[in-house]
């Protein structure tokens, strides 16, 4: 398997993938964001565009030059861009794509601007009701302001085509799993040809994953894992949306579930035992006793610097809110790290 560190920033993965880095390498995205070139000749498909680094697209220029082979001259290089998910790191990449595709597009065929045919633009629907945290849902501040020449709309004239579960792109033979938690849209791919899913941020290639919803993205976890148990469907790498290519998926997978039910049976544990005695600690009537997000995180992380503990406070607020939802636990109030918590 790949080492993290080694990463190139195009690196052909089997004959119908070719994948890109992002050119945002960081903390959270790791080496980068992995967007893939998928497909055997032109026009191919494109999954996610990183999050809009200058950097990326003279990148993704070379690799769809080396991609194409004896291409069809009368067909655009990319006729579909699949949008995993609704993250910057995924999207804000999109509206230079566009423009990239078109201009090599004008290279190619100088004179011939009216026949260029724009690529469809693929994504799982935001829920009516739902909306994204405004201050990092970029997508429709950029969308709207698309040229309409650069992209061609869904049959309803949106931006988007609409993603559903067991859907097929006919371009690619790619098959759409939606697999929410991460985020609410969130979608893994199947790419038949390599016996690969594209997980996007659901697994990824190093560390583990972030989520909006615990046990929704257990759900999907378990469904990701089951996915393609028959014959048709099967598949044995994973392609990660940031990290090296994941050769054992399912066991991955698995290893991703236990490690969450597993920090769930210790966070129990320690909501059955004995808070210990700070005022956080007892309810305002002074009568219940609890154990706050932030106690519960110093005992579980004990082991872990301490500048990690702020981070884990979220992964354990949302592991709680999980167990509230089952009524397992009971909330006794406070707000943030100080939410007041005890055992059914």
Not at 192 to 220: C, H, I
Request: proline fraction near 8%; charge should be negative.
């Amino acid at each position: 398997m790949e080492k993290l560190e080694a990463l190139a920033s195009i690196a052909r993965l089997s004959d119908h993938v070719v994948r890109v880095l992002g050119q945002n390498p960081g903390k959270f995205t790791l080496q980068g964001t992995n967007t893939y070139i998928v497909g055997k000749q032109n026009p191919y498909t494109l999954i996610d565009t990183g999050e809009g680094k200058e950097e990326y697209l003279p990148v993704l220029e070379k690799a769809l030059r080396d991609t194409v082979e004896s291409p069809n001259k009368d067909q655009p290089i990319i006729s579909d861009i699949i949008i995993s998910h609704w993250h910057h790191d995924h999207v804000e990449g999109l509206p230079g794509v566009l423009n990239l595709l078109r201009k090599m597009w004008d290279e190619q065929k100088p004179g011939y601007s009216a026949h260029y045919k724009p690529p469809r633009l693929h994504k799982f629907p935001i829920p009516t009701g739902f909306t994204p945290p405004s201050a990092f849902y970029t997508l429709p501040s950029f969308t709207e302001r698309l040229p309409k020449d650069l992209y061609t709309s869904s049959p309803d004239g949106e931006v988007f085509h609409r993603l559903h579960d067991s859907q097929i792109v006919t371009s690619s033979s790619i098959r759409v799993l939606h697999a929410p938690g991460h985020t609410v849209d969130s979608v893994c791919l199947y790419i038949p040809q390599d016996r690969a899913l594209y997980t996007a941020d659901n697994v990824l290639g190093q560390g583990t994953a972030v989520f909006e919803d615990l046990g929704v993205y257990l759900k999907s976890l378990g469904k990701m894992l089951e996915y393609g148990r028959d014959d048709e469907g099967h598949y044995d790498v994973l392609y990660p949306g940031h990290g090296p290519v994941i050769i054992e998926g399912r066991e991955v997978i698995s290893t991703y579930i236990k490690h969450r039910l597993e920090r769930e049976e210790q966070v129990l544990s320690l909501l059955k035992s004995t808070p210990p005695d700070e005022p956080a600690s007892v309810d305002a009537s002074g009568s219940e006793q609890a154990w706050t997000t932030w106690t519960l995180v110093t005992k579980l992380y004990a082991a872990y610097p301490e500048p990690l503990w702020l981070p884990a406070a979220r992964g354990i607020d949302l592991h709680l809110r999980k167990l509230e939802a089952e009524g397992r636990v009971k909330r006794l109030g406070g707000d943030g790290k100080d939410t007041r918590w005890q055992f059914v």
